[in-house]
């Protein structure tokens, strides 16, 4: 069992920058590929970014390449989101995920392979 807590969220400008980190508590942290999903307030919920349990492995959100960055820190037990050139339209509420893989290549994009979320944290970009 994972347990995941987003933190990092806020209101910020646009053109301006965030990191979002997600905790995970709980075994075998390397052995996870990681996402992080959005959501805005009447729309569906939408894939960001992946990582997969090799850190060089990752997968973008077209929406996104280019501006966002996923890392992984196993030492910590964090996943990270950094966030630029932030546009309102990057509003949301943005949750991570955790899936057990035997692969070190594995970046799903599907919010169903996911097995463990995180409850989420508000980001707001102002115009």
């Known amino acids: 069992q994972v347990q995941l807590v987003e933190s990092g969220g806020g209101l910020v400008q646009a053109g301006g920058s965030l990191r979002l980190s997600c905790a995970a508590s709980g075994p075998s942290f390397s052995y996870y590929a990681l996402g992080w999903f959005r959501q805005a307030p009447g729309k569906e919920r939408e894939f960001v970014a992946a990582i997969g349990r090799s850190a060089g492995y990752t997968a973008y959100a077209d929406s996104v390449k280019g501006r966002f960055t996923i890392s992984r820190d196993n030492a910590k037990n964090t996943v990270y989101l950094e966030m630029k050139s932030l546009e309102p339209e990057d509003t949301a509420v943005y949750s991570c995920?955790?899936?057990?893989?035997?692969?070190?290549?594995?970046?799903?994009?599907?919010?169903?392979?996911?097995?463990?979320w995180g409850q989420g944290t508000q980001v707001t970009v102002s115009s």
């Open positions: 995920a955790a899936k057990g893989v035997n692969t070190a290549y594995y970046t799903p994009r599907a919010a169903s392979a996911y097995d463990y």
